[in-house]
């Protein structure tokens, strides 16, 4: 999947004048995991907010969330663990 790139810090990415497109799988993903429901004007239901579980819980909920947000945006997910260190996740755009 082809789109617009950010840099780390969520700006655009420039180079030599221009916006630089290139993979945007895990962009995509990342940004769908950090943004919160309401955030995306075209799809107000997207998003998981992850960052609402940071040193707390990490229930069945909030696994399932990330599944249903995943499918609902066309991703399909070969794998998914989640842990106190992170969130590993395998699949693709489809």
Known sequence: MKDLL????YDLQIKNGDFV???SQEQSV???LLSKQGEFKNNPEAG???LSAKNGIIERFLDREIRVQL?????QLDNMSLTEKGIDISG???
Do not use: P, V, W
């Open 92 to 94: 693709k755009y489809i």
């Open 21 to 23: 497109i290139g993979d």
């Open 30 to 32: 990342e940004l769908l």
């Open 71 to 75: 499918d609902a945006d066309g991703f």
């Open 6 to 9: 950010l840099t780390e810090d």
């Open 48 to 50: 998981c907010d992850i």
